[in-house]
Protein backbone atom coordinates (compact mmCIF):
# COMPACT_ATOMS: atom_id res chain seq x y z
CA UNK A 1 0.00 0.00 0.00
CA UNK A 2 1.60 3.31 -0.89
CA UNK A 3 0.94 6.03 1.11
CA UNK A 4 -0.20 9.72 -0.62
CA UNK A 5 -0.21 12.93 0.33
CA UNK A 6 -2.33 15.39 -1.89
CA UNK A 7 -1.16 19.14 -1.85
CA UNK A 8 -4.25 21.32 -3.46
CA UNK A 9 -8.10 20.49 -2.69
CA UNK A 10 -9.20 22.70 -5.35
CA UNK A 11 -11.47 20.70 -8.27
CA UNK A 12 -8.40 18.52 -9.47
CA UNK A 13 -7.22 17.98 -5.84
CA UNK A 14 -10.59 16.27 -5.22
CA UNK A 15 -10.95 14.35 -8.48
CA UNK A 16 -7.68 12.47 -7.60
CA UNK A 17 -9.34 12.19 -3.80
CA UNK A 18 -12.16 10.50 -4.71
CA UNK A 19 -10.28 7.97 -7.85
CA UNK A 20 -7.84 6.86 -5.11
CA UNK A 21 -10.35 6.06 -2.67
CA UNK A 22 -13.01 4.32 -4.92
CA UNK A 23 -10.78 3.12 -7.68
CA UNK A 24 -6.99 2.67 -7.04
CA UNK A 25 -6.78 -0.61 -4.80
CA UNK A 26 -3.10 0.03 -3.40
CA UNK A 27 -3.45 3.77 -2.99
CA UNK A 28 -4.57 5.49 0.58
CA UNK A 29 -5.06 9.09 0.84
CA UNK A 30 -3.22 9.65 3.98
CA UNK A 31 -3.14 13.72 4.04
CA UNK A 32 -4.79 16.15 2.25
CA UNK A 33 -2.84 20.00 2.46
CA UNK A 34 -4.52 23.43 1.44
CA UNK A 35 -3.41 26.71 2.41
CA UNK A 36 -7.29 27.57 2.42
CA UNK A 37 -8.77 24.61 3.94
CA UNK A 38 -11.90 25.15 5.48
CA UNK A 39 -14.53 23.18 7.91
CA UNK A 40 -16.44 21.99 4.97
CA UNK A 41 -13.52 20.67 3.17
CA UNK A 42 -12.34 19.42 6.07
CA UNK A 43 -15.44 17.65 6.81
CA UNK A 44 -15.85 16.30 3.42
CA UNK A 45 -12.18 14.83 3.41
CA UNK A 46 -12.55 12.93 6.70
CA UNK A 47 -15.65 11.60 5.07
CA UNK A 48 -13.47 10.34 2.49
CA UNK A 49 -11.18 8.42 5.44
CA UNK A 50 -8.64 10.69 5.25
CA UNK A 51 -6.51 11.16 8.89
CA UNK A 52 -5.01 13.88 8.26
CA UNK A 53 -5.45 17.45 7.40
CA UNK A 54 -3.62 20.45 7.24
CA UNK A 55 -3.14 23.85 5.81
CA UNK A 56 0.40 23.31 5.53
CA UNK A 57 2.21 21.28 2.54
CA UNK A 58 5.38 21.07 4.45
CA UNK A 59 3.93 19.29 7.13
CA UNK A 60 3.23 16.45 4.17
CA UNK A 61 6.39 16.59 2.96
CA UNK A 62 8.01 16.12 6.71
CA UNK A 63 5.49 13.09 7.57
CA UNK A 64 7.57 9.77 7.44
CA UNK A 65 4.47 7.63 7.19
CA UNK A 66 3.75 9.64 3.44
CA UNK A 67 5.47 7.88 0.39
CA UNK A 68 4.34 10.36 -1.96
CA UNK A 69 2.66 13.34 -2.97
CA UNK A 70 0.29 14.51 -5.52
CA UNK A 71 0.69 18.50 -6.40
CA UNK A 72 -2.50 19.96 -7.59
CA UNK A 73 -1.91 23.33 -5.95
CA UNK A 74 -1.95 26.31 -8.19
CA UNK A 75 0.50 26.20 -10.94
CA UNK A 76 2.84 28.76 -10.01
CA UNK A 77 3.40 26.95 -7.11
CA UNK A 78 4.25 22.81 -8.77
CA UNK A 79 7.95 23.34 -9.75
CA UNK A 80 8.57 24.51 -6.10
CA UNK A 81 6.76 22.27 -3.84
CA UNK A 82 8.09 19.36 -6.89
CA UNK A 83 11.68 20.35 -5.92
CA UNK A 84 11.00 20.79 -2.30
CA UNK A 85 8.90 17.31 -2.49
CA UNK A 86 12.04 15.44 -4.65
CA UNK A 87 14.70 16.83 -1.76
CA UNK A 88 12.35 15.22 0.82
CA UNK A 89 12.47 11.74 -0.71
CA UNK A 90 9.04 12.12 -1.68
CA UNK A 91 7.60 10.04 -5.29
CA UNK A 92 5.92 12.92 -7.09
CA UNK A 93 3.20 13.07 -9.36
CA UNK A 94 2.17 16.67 -10.66
CA UNK A 95 -0.43 18.32 -12.48
CA UNK A 96 0.18 19.73 -15.92
CA UNK A 97 2.15 21.95 -16.41
CA UNK A 98 5.40 21.98 -13.98
CA UNK A 99 5.56 25.64 -14.64
CA UNK A 100 5.58 28.01 -17.55
CA UNK A 101 8.80 28.56 -17.20
CA UNK A 102 11.21 26.07 -18.69
CA UNK A 103 14.68 27.41 -16.06
CA UNK A 104 12.21 26.01 -13.64
CA UNK A 105 11.17 23.15 -14.86
CA UNK A 106 14.71 22.57 -15.50
CA UNK A 107 15.55 23.05 -11.45
CA UNK A 108 13.04 20.22 -11.18
CA UNK A 109 15.11 18.07 -13.47
CA UNK A 110 18.21 19.01 -11.45
CA UNK A 111 16.67 17.86 -8.54
CA UNK A 112 15.81 14.37 -10.23
CA UNK A 113 19.48 13.91 -10.94
CA UNK A 114 20.74 11.46 -8.26
CA UNK A 115 17.79 10.40 -6.52
CA UNK A 116 15.41 7.60 -6.48
CA UNK A 117 12.39 9.37 -7.01
CA UNK A 118 9.77 8.77 -9.30
CA UNK A 119 8.02 11.36 -10.90
CA UNK A 120 5.27 12.03 -13.02
CA UNK A 121 3.46 14.79 -14.87
CA UNK A 122 -0.70 14.71 -15.14
CA UNK A 123 -1.38 14.68 -18.96
CA UNK A 124 -4.37 12.57 -18.08
CA UNK A 125 -5.53 12.40 -21.91
CA UNK A 126 -3.05 9.86 -22.05
CA UNK A 127 -4.69 7.24 -20.72
CA UNK A 128 -8.53 8.01 -22.22
CA UNK A 129 -9.96 4.69 -23.78
CA UNK A 130 -9.97 6.20 -26.68
CA UNK A 131 -6.70 7.95 -27.59
CA UNK A 132 -5.21 4.96 -25.69
CA UNK A 133 -6.50 2.89 -28.78
CA UNK A 134 -5.17 5.40 -31.36
CA UNK A 135 -1.52 5.39 -30.03
CA UNK A 136 -1.79 1.49 -29.94
CA UNK A 137 -2.49 1.34 -33.36
CA UNK A 138 -0.26 3.83 -34.65
CA UNK A 139 2.93 2.00 -32.13
CA UNK A 140 1.93 -1.12 -33.21
CA UNK A 141 2.44 -0.36 -37.10
CA UNK A 142 -1.53 -0.71 -38.33
CA UNK A 143 -1.35 2.04 -40.10
CA UNK A 144 1.89 2.20 -41.37
CA UNK A 145 4.17 5.44 -41.27
CA UNK A 146 2.05 7.91 -39.55
CA UNK A 147 1.58 11.06 -42.09
CA UNK A 148 -0.72 13.13 -40.90
CA UNK A 149 -2.19 14.50 -37.49
CA UNK A 150 -5.38 15.96 -36.56
CA UNK A 151 -6.47 16.67 -33.36
CA UNK A 152 -9.94 19.01 -32.44
CA UNK A 153 -9.88 19.73 -28.75
CA UNK A 154 -13.00 22.53 -28.03
CA UNK A 155 -14.46 23.01 -24.59
CA UNK A 156 -17.98 23.94 -24.16
CA UNK A 157 -17.62 27.09 -22.77
CA UNK A 158 -14.82 30.15 -22.07
CA UNK A 159 -13.09 29.63 -18.73
CA UNK A 160 -13.96 33.04 -15.80
CA UNK A 161 -12.12 36.25 -16.91
CA UNK A 162 -10.18 36.22 -13.68
CA UNK A 163 -8.63 32.71 -14.61
CA UNK A 164 -7.54 33.61 -18.19
CA UNK A 165 -5.48 36.73 -16.44
CA UNK A 166 -3.32 34.06 -14.87
CA UNK A 167 -3.89 30.91 -16.73
CA UNK A 168 -0.26 31.35 -18.53
CA UNK A 169 -2.44 32.14 -22.16
CA UNK A 170 -4.39 29.28 -24.05
CA UNK A 171 -0.94 27.54 -25.38
CA UNK A 172 -0.20 27.30 -22.55
CA UNK A 173 -3.50 26.27 -20.41
CA UNK A 174 -6.16 24.45 -22.66
CA UNK A 175 -3.54 23.93 -26.03
CA UNK A 176 -0.62 21.86 -23.37
CA UNK A 177 -2.93 19.19 -23.29
CA UNK A 178 -3.00 18.45 -27.49
CA UNK A 179 0.91 19.52 -27.53
CA UNK A 180 1.40 16.27 -25.48
CA UNK A 181 -1.30 14.13 -27.52
CA UNK A 182 0.29 15.02 -30.76
CA UNK A 183 3.82 13.77 -29.12
CA UNK A 184 1.80 10.73 -28.02
CA UNK A 185 0.54 10.05 -30.85
CA UNK A 186 3.61 10.62 -33.09
CA UNK A 187 5.83 8.98 -31.07
CA UNK A 188 9.07 11.56 -31.23
CA UNK A 189 8.80 15.48 -30.34
CA UNK A 190 8.14 18.56 -32.59
CA UNK A 191 10.75 20.80 -34.57
CA UNK A 192 8.41 23.74 -35.91
CA UNK A 193 5.09 25.35 -34.80
CA UNK A 194 2.76 27.97 -37.15
CA UNK A 195 0.01 29.37 -35.35
CA UNK A 196 -2.83 31.53 -36.70
CA UNK A 197 -5.23 32.61 -33.97
CA UNK A 198 -7.83 35.10 -32.92
CA UNK A 199 -10.87 36.11 -30.74
CA UNK A 200 -13.75 35.30 -31.89
CA UNK A 201 -15.47 33.96 -28.52
CA UNK A 202 -15.01 36.76 -26.35
CA UNK A 203 -13.86 40.02 -27.02
CA UNK A 204 -12.92 40.39 -22.75
CA UNK A 205 -10.66 37.40 -23.64
CA UNK A 206 -8.69 38.95 -25.79
CA UNK A 207 -8.57 42.28 -23.73
CA UNK A 208 -7.12 40.28 -21.63
CA UNK A 209 -4.22 39.25 -23.86
CA UNK A 210 -5.14 36.04 -24.89
CA UNK A 211 -6.90 34.15 -27.65
CA UNK A 212 -9.76 31.96 -27.68
CA UNK A 213 -9.53 30.03 -31.39
CA UNK A 214 -6.65 28.58 -33.17
CA UNK A 215 -5.40 26.36 -35.46
CA UNK A 216 -1.82 24.96 -35.31
CA UNK A 217 0.99 23.11 -37.66
CA UNK A 218 3.31 21.59 -36.27
CA UNK A 219 5.95 19.44 -38.07
CA UNK A 220 7.37 16.58 -36.17
CA UNK A 221 10.95 15.21 -36.11
CA UNK A 222 9.49 11.58 -37.82
CA UNK A 223 8.49 13.78 -40.77
CA UNK A 224 4.44 13.59 -39.46
CA UNK A 225 2.70 16.62 -40.16
CA UNK A 226 0.03 17.46 -37.25
CA UNK A 227 -2.39 19.81 -37.70
CA UNK A 228 -4.71 21.21 -34.05
CA UNK A 229 -7.52 23.28 -34.27
CA UNK A 230 -8.76 24.73 -30.60
CA UNK A 231 -11.54 27.05 -29.72
CA UNK A 232 -13.01 27.77 -26.29
CA UNK A 233 -16.62 27.68 -27.10
CA UNK A 234 -18.47 24.61 -29.08
CA UNK A 235 -21.99 25.51 -28.13
CA UNK A 236 -22.95 21.50 -28.60
CA UNK A 237 -20.31 19.78 -25.51
CA UNK A 238 -16.60 19.33 -25.38
CA UNK A 239 -15.47 18.19 -28.14
CA UNK A 240 -12.30 15.93 -28.06
CA UNK A 241 -11.37 13.95 -31.24
CA UNK A 242 -8.11 12.60 -33.39
CA UNK A 243 -7.15 10.96 -36.28
CA UNK A 244 -4.12 10.35 -37.24
CA UNK A 245 -3.42 9.23 -41.38
CA UNK A 246 -0.80 6.60 -42.08
CA UNK A 247 0.91 5.14 -45.27
CA UNK A 248 -1.23 1.98 -44.89
CA UNK A 249 -4.34 3.52 -43.61
CA UNK A 250 -5.99 5.24 -40.71
CA UNK A 251 -7.26 5.41 -37.40
CA UNK A 252 -9.79 7.83 -35.49
CA UNK A 253 -11.89 8.59 -32.95
CA UNK A 254 -14.62 10.44 -31.79
CA UNK A 255 -16.57 11.99 -28.99
CA UNK A 256 -17.89 10.07 -26.10
CA UNK A 257 -21.45 10.39 -25.43
CA UNK A 258 -24.05 9.37 -23.03
CA UNK A 259 -25.33 6.65 -25.34
CA UNK A 260 -24.37 5.78 -28.93
CA UNK A 261 -28.53 5.60 -29.66
CA UNK A 262 -29.31 7.27 -33.19
CA UNK A 263 -33.19 8.47 -33.78
CA UNK A 264 -34.40 8.18 -37.10
CA UNK A 265 -37.69 9.98 -38.18
CA UNK A 266 -39.27 12.16 -40.68
CA UNK A 267 -37.95 14.96 -38.30
CA UNK A 268 -34.42 14.31 -39.22
CA UNK A 269 -31.49 12.13 -37.59
CA UNK A 270 -30.30 13.06 -34.24
CA UNK A 271 -27.71 11.75 -31.25
CA UNK A 272 -26.50 12.70 -28.11
CA UNK A 273 -24.49 15.43 -27.49
CA UNK A 274 -20.80 14.81 -26.40
CA UNK A 275 -20.03 14.75 -22.55
CA UNK A 276 -20.21 18.25 -21.01
CA UNK A 277 -16.71 19.05 -19.78
CA UNK A 278 -13.79 17.38 -19.05
CA UNK A 279 -14.88 15.87 -15.82
CA UNK A 280 -17.37 13.67 -17.29
CA UNK A 281 -15.04 12.64 -20.15
CA UNK A 282 -12.15 12.11 -17.95
CA UNK A 283 -12.57 10.58 -14.70
CA UNK A 284 -11.75 7.05 -15.83
CA UNK A 285 -8.28 8.79 -16.94
CA UNK A 286 -7.61 10.04 -13.87
CA UNK A 287 -7.87 7.17 -12.18
CA UNK A 288 -5.85 4.98 -14.61
CA UNK A 289 -3.15 7.98 -14.69
CA UNK A 290 -3.04 7.71 -10.89
CA UNK A 291 -2.90 3.92 -10.94
CA UNK A 292 -0.01 3.81 -13.15
CA UNK A 293 1.90 6.12 -10.69
CA UNK A 294 1.22 3.95 -7.60
CA UNK A 295 1.92 0.78 -9.55
CA UNK A 296 5.42 2.33 -10.58
CA UNK A 297 6.37 3.31 -7.26
CA UNK A 298 5.66 -0.19 -6.11
CA UNK A 299 7.02 -2.47 -8.68
CA UNK A 300 9.66 -0.16 -9.26
CA UNK A 301 8.89 0.79 -12.97
CA UNK A 302 9.28 3.52 -15.23
CA UNK A 303 6.23 6.28 -14.88
CA UNK A 304 4.02 6.52 -17.83
CA UNK A 305 5.23 10.28 -18.39
CA UNK A 306 8.92 11.59 -17.11
CA UNK A 307 9.68 15.03 -16.15
CA UNK A 308 10.76 15.91 -20.09
CA UNK A 309 6.93 14.43 -21.10
CA UNK A 310 6.42 17.71 -18.67
CA UNK A 311 9.17 19.65 -20.51
CA UNK A 312 8.46 19.27 -24.03
CA UNK A 313 4.71 20.18 -24.23
CA UNK A 314 5.86 23.83 -22.14
CA UNK A 315 8.42 24.31 -24.71
CA UNK A 316 5.90 24.16 -27.65
CA UNK A 317 3.46 26.32 -26.13
CA UNK A 318 6.26 29.41 -25.74
CA UNK A 319 6.83 28.42 -29.09
CA UNK A 320 3.25 28.85 -30.25
CA UNK A 321 3.46 32.22 -28.54
CA UNK A 322 6.03 33.22 -30.32
CA UNK A 323 4.65 32.33 -33.56
CA UNK A 324 1.81 34.18 -32.80
CA UNK A 325 3.22 37.57 -32.22
CA UNK A 326 5.92 37.06 -34.51
CA UNK A 327 3.94 35.86 -37.51
CA UNK A 328 5.97 33.11 -38.43
CA UNK A 329 7.03 29.27 -37.99
CA UNK A 330 9.40 28.26 -34.98
CA UNK A 331 11.68 25.67 -34.39
CA UNK A 332 11.61 24.02 -31.20
CA UNK A 333 15.24 24.46 -31.24
CA UNK A 334 14.54 28.48 -30.09
CA UNK A 335 13.25 27.61 -27.02
CA UNK A 336 15.83 26.92 -24.77
CA UNK A 337 16.61 27.05 -21.35
Request: with cysteine; net charge negative.
Amino acid sequence: MVNVGIIGAGRIGKVHVESICTKVADGKVAALADPFMNEETEAWAKEMGIAKVTKDYKEVLADENIDAVLICSSTDTHSVISVEAIKAGKHVFCEKPVDHDIEKIQQVIDALKDSNVKYQVGFNRRFDHNFMAVQEAVASGKIGTPQIIKITSRDPEPPALEYVKVSGGMFLDMTIHDFDMVRFLAGCNAEEIYVEAAVLVDPAIGEAGDVDTAVITIKMENGAIAVIDNSRKAVYGYDQRAEVFGSDGMVSVSNDAASSAVISSAAGVTGEKPLHFFLERYMDAYAREVGCFIDAIENDKETPLGIMDGLEPVRMGIAAGISLKEHRPVKLSEVTV
